[in-house]
C-alpha cells in the first residue's frame, strides 16, 4: 500500500513540472514575451519545438487586397525594372481587383522555417523564423523575405507581410494577442521605425518615429472565413506616433493564429489579408 502511495506521488507532479511557468520567460527589447534561452538546447528546441500553431513544415496561404479612399479594391502587380549597381528589381503598381494580370500578386504565403535565419547578424536572435512568399499568377515569385514570429504561452506577435507595397504595414500595429485571452484585456508596447519606411505613395516623414500601440481584446464571436466558420478572438489596435495613426482588427482563431487582419493604413486607405489555407 505505501509504495502504491508512492508511486502515485511520484508520477502526478511530472507533466506538471515539465509546464513552462513565468520564470521560463524573459521580456525583450521590443516588450514582447519571449522564451528564455536554454544553452543545453538546440534553437529549435528553445523556440520552434512547442509552437502550436505556426509550426515548422505548415503553409499559411493568404489572399488580400487593398481598398483605396473611394471604395475600390486592388491587388498588387509587377511594376517597373529598377536598377540597382549591377542587377535589377522591380517596383509595384497596384492592379483592379476584378482584373489581375499573370504578374499579380495573387497569395502571401507564410511558412516557419527551422534554426536560427538571422545567425550571422543576429546570433541571440529570439524568435520562430517565417518566410513570406508573394506569388503571382504566373506561380513565381514577386519576391520573398524572411522575419520571425513569437508564440508561446504568454502572447503571440507576428511580423506582418513588409515587402513592396507591403511596407506600408510596419507602421501599423503588429498581430497580437496577449494572455489572458478574454475579453477587456488590455496591453500596450512601442516601436521605433526608421524614415526608410517613408513612401510618397502613404506618407513621407523624415527622421525616426515612435509607434505607440495600444491593444485591447474587445469580442469573442464565430466568423465566416476560408478555413469554415471558427471562432474567434477579436483585437482591436491602434499606433499612434507624430506623423498620425494607423489600426487593426485583427481575428485569432486559437487553432489556426490570425485569420484576418482589417489594417486601417497611415492615409486612411484599408489593406485586408485573410487566410485561405493552411497546408
Given at each position: 500500500?505505501?509504495?502504491?502511495?508512492?508511486?502515485?506521488?511520484?508520477?502526478?507532479?511530472?507533466?506538471?513540472?515539465?509546464?513552462?511557468?513565468?520564470?521560463d520567460f524573459i521580456t525583450d527589447d521590443d516588450g514582447i514575451?519571449?522564451?528564455?534561452?536554454?544553452?543545453?538546447l538546440s534553437y529549435d528546441d528553445n523556440y520552434n519545438k512547442d509552437n502550436k500553431?505556426?509550426?515548422?513544415?505548415?503553409?499559411?496561404?493568404?489572399?488580400?487586397?487593398?481598398?483605396?479612399?473611394?471604395?475600390?479594391?486592388?491587388?498588387?502587380?509587377?511594376?517597373?525594372?529598377?536598377?540597382?549597381?549591377?542587377?535589377?528589381?522591380?517596383?509595384?503598381?497596384?492592379?483592379?481587383?476584378d482584373s489581375p494580370t499573370e504578374e499579380t500578386v495573387k497569395n502571401i504565403i507564410l511558412k516557419p522555417v527551422t534554426g536560427n535565419i538571422f545567425k550571422n547578424l543576429l546570433p541571440d536572435y529570439n524568435q520562430t523564423g517565417i518566410s513570406y512568399e508573394y506569388v503571382m499568377g504566373n506561380n513565381l515569385s514577386l519576391n520573398s523575405e524572411t522575419t520571425g514570429v513569437v508564440e508561446n504561452e504568454m502572447n503571440i506577435w507576428l511580423h506582418p507581410p513588409r515587402s513592396n507595397f507591403f511596407e506600408i504595414l510596419e507602421i501599423n500595429p503588429f498581430p497580437y494577442i496577449k494572455a489572458p485571452y478574454q475579453m477587456g484585456n488590455k496591453w500596450k508596447w512601442k516601436l521605433e521605425i526608421g524614415d526608410g519606411w517613408s513612401d510618397k505613395r502613404w506618407k513621407e516623414w523624415?527622421?525616426?518615429?515612435?509607434?505607440?500601440?495600444?491593444?485591447?481584446?474587445?469580442?469573442?464571436?464565430?466568423?465566416?472565413?476560408?478555413?469554415?466558420?471558427?471562432?474567434?478572438?477579436?483585437?482591436?489596435?491602434?499606433?499612434?506616433?507624430?506623423?498620425?495613426e494607423t489600426?487593426?482588427?485583427?481575428?485569432?482563431?486559437?487553432?489556426?493564429?490570425?485569420?484576418?487582419?482589417?489594417?486601417?493604413?497611415?492615409?486612411?486607405?484599408?489593406?485586408?489579408?485573410?487566410?485561405?489555407?493552411?497546408?
Open positions: 500500500m505505501k509504495t502504491q502511495i508512492i508511486t502515485l506521488f511520484l508520477i502526478i507532479p511530472i507533466p506538471l513540472f515539465s509546464q513552462k511557468t513565468e520564470k514575451t519571449v522564451e528564455k534561452l536554454n544553452t543545453t500553431i505556426y509550426k515548422i513544415g505548415r503553409r499559411f496561404i493568404y489572399s488580400y487586397y487593398y481598398e483605396n479612399h473611394d471604395g475600390k479594391k486592388f491587388l498588387v502587380g509587377k511594376g517597373e525594372p529598377i536598377k540597382q549597381q549591377d542587377y535589377f528589381i522591380h517596383d509595384w503598381k497596384f492592379i483592379p481587383i523624415k527622421g525616426g518615429i515612435e509607434n505607440s500601440y495600444e491593444y485591447e481584446i474587445t469580442d469573442r464571436k464565430n466568423i465566416s472565413t476560408k478555413l469554415g466558420n471558427l471562432d474567434c478572438y477579436v483585437i482591436t489596435a491602434k499606433a499612434t506616433s507624430r506623423i498620425g489600426g487593426l482588427i485583427s481575428y485569432f482563431s486559437p487553432d489556426f493564429g490570425f485569420v484576418k487582419l482589417e489594417y486601417k493604413n497611415i492615409d486612411g486607405t484599408k489593406t485586408v489579408l485573410e487566410l485561405e489555407k493552411i497546408e
